[in-house]
C-alpha cells in the first residue's frame, strides 16, 4: 500500500494517507526547487520520508530495479541538498548499496 504524506492544516505535522502513483517524485522535485531556506527543511524531511515509505512498500524483484535506483539517487541528492543548502550532515544511509546488493 502506498501513503502520500501532506501536511496536516491544524498543526503542520506530516500526515499519512493513500496515495496514486509515485508521489515520492513530486515530493522529491519539490524540495530541489525550493528556494525559500525556511521552507527547504520541511521539504526535505517530507520528501525523504516519502522516499523510504515507497522503499519499503516496492517489491525485491527486478521489475521493481529501476524504481528502487531512482530513489537511492534521490536519496543521494537530497543528501547532498541538505549539506550544501542546510550545512546538515547526514551520516545515516538508509539506501541500499547498489555495488554490493547489501542494504
Not at 28 to 49: F, G, K, P, S
Request: glycine fraction near 4%.
Amino acid at each position: 500500500m502506498e501513503i502520500q504524506i501532506t501536511e496536516s492544516q491544524s498543526v503542520g505535522n506530516p500526515v499519512m494517507k493513500p496515495l496514486e502513483g509515485p508521489e515520492w517524485r513530486r515530493l522529491y522535485r519539490d524540495a530541489l526547487v525550493e528556494i525559500d531556506m525556511n521552507i527547504l527543511q520541511e521539504r526535505l524531511a517530507t520528501a525523504e520520508a516519502a522516499i523510504l515509505l515507497r522503499l519499503q512498500a516496492l517489491s525485491p524483484t527486478p521489475a521493481c530495479l529501476s524504481e528502487r535506483y531512482a530513489i537511492e539517487d534521490a536519496l543521494a541528492n537530497l543528501r547532498i541538498l541538505k549539506r550544501e543548502s542546510l550545512g546538515l550532515d547526514d551520516t545515516t544511509d538508509p539506501s541500499p548499496n547498489r555495488t554490493t546488493g547489501k542494504g
